[in-house]
Antibody, heavy 119, light 108 residues
Framework: EVRLLESGEGWVQPGGSLGLSCVGS????????MTWVRQAPGKGLEWIAS????????FYADSVNGRSTISRDNSKNTLYLQIHSLRPDDTAVYYC????????????WGPGTLVTVSS | SYELTQPPSVSASPGETARITCSGD??????VYWYQHRPGQAPVLVIY???ERPSGIPDRISGSTSGTIVTLTITGVQAEDEAVYYC????????????FGGGTKLTV
C-alpha cells in the first residue's frame, strides 16, 4: 500500500522560512515524479511544485517561484519543500503526492500538514 | 496565467445524475484529471486522461470531453458523493505544468 506522510513546522512568522518533508513507502520512490499541492483555508487546491523521478527537473507555480526549492533524497524515500520569505497567504494545508507512471496524474496523496504563517 | 473554470456548485438528489464542467482554452490539447475532495481527507483521483477510471472507482463516475469543455458525470448520485471536485490540467506552452480549476461543491 502506498503511504505518504508530510511533516514540518506548524507555525512560522512572516518573512521566515518553511521546510517540509514527505516520506514515502509502499512503492519504489526513486521511480516516480513527486509533487506538492496546497490548500489555503476556505480556498481550492493549488499546485505549487513538482520534481521528476531521476533527472531532478523541477517546476514551480508562479506563487512560489523564486522563493522555493523542491528536492528529493531517493536514498531516504523523502521529498522536500523549502519556501522562503513567507507571507500570511502561504498559510495552508500542504500535501505531497505521487505522479503516477500510467496515469500521469497525482495518484496518491499524503494526509497533509497544516502550516500557519502568522506573527 | 492559465485558468480552468468550474461552476462553484452543483446539486443533485440521490439517484439523479450530476454533471460538473471544467473549461479551458488548452483542454483540447492536454489531458484532464478529476479529484474528489472530502473535508478533512486527502483528495482522491477519480478520472485520469480525460475519461479513464483508476481501479476502485465505480463506473457510475465518468469523464468526457468536447472541445474546450470537459465534463465529470456521476450517475445514480449517492450521499457519499458529496464533496468538492477539482479538475487538473496544464497549458499548452509548458509554462504551467499543472493548474487546478477552482473546484465545484457537489451537494447531494
Amino acid at each position: 500500500e502506498v503511504r505518504l506522510l508530510e511533516s514540518g513546522e506548524g507555525w512560522v512568522q512572516p518573512g521566515g522560512s518553511l521546510g517540509l518533508s514527505c516520506v514515502g513507502s509502499g512503492f519504489t520512490f526513486r521511480n516516480y515524479a513527486m509533487t506538492w499541492v496546497r490548500q489555503a483555508p476556505g480556498k481550492g487546491l493549488e499546485w505549487i511544485a513538482s520534481i521528476s523521478s531521476s533527472t531532478g527537473k523541477v517546476f514551480y507555480a508562479d506563487s512560489v517561484n523564486g522563493r522555493s526549492t523542491i528536492s528529493r533524497d531517493n536514498s531516504k524515500n523523502t521529498l522536500y519543500l523549502q519556501i522562503h520569505s513567507l507571507r500570511p497567504d502561504d498559510t495552508a494545508v500542504y500535501y505531497c503526492a505521487v505522479i503516477g507512471v500510467t496515469t500521469n496524474g497525482f495518484d496518491h496523496w499524503g494526509p497533509g500538514t497544516l502550516v500557519t504563517v502568522s506573527s | 496565467s492559465y485558468e480552468l473554470t468550474q461552476p462553484p456548485s452543483v446539486s443533485a438528489s440521490p439517484g439523479e445524475t450530476a454533471r460538473i464542467t471544467c473549461s479551458g482554452d488548452a483542454l483540447p490539447k492536454n489531458y484532464v484529471y478529476w479529484y474528489q475532495h472530502r473535508p478533512g481527507q486527502a483528495p482522491v483521483l477519480v478520472i485520469y486522461k480525460d475519461k479513464e477510471r483508476p481501479s476502485g472507482i465505480p463506473d457510475r463516475i465518468s469523464g468526457s470531453t468536447s472541445g474546450t469543455i470537459v465534463t465529470l458525470t456521476i450517475t445514480g448520485v449517492q450521499a457519499e458523493d458529496e464533496a468538492v471536485y477539482y479538475c487538473l490540467s496544464s497549458d499548452s506552452s509548458g509554462s504551467y505544468p499543472w493548474v487546478f480549476g477552482g473546484g465545484t461543491k457537489l451537494t447531494v
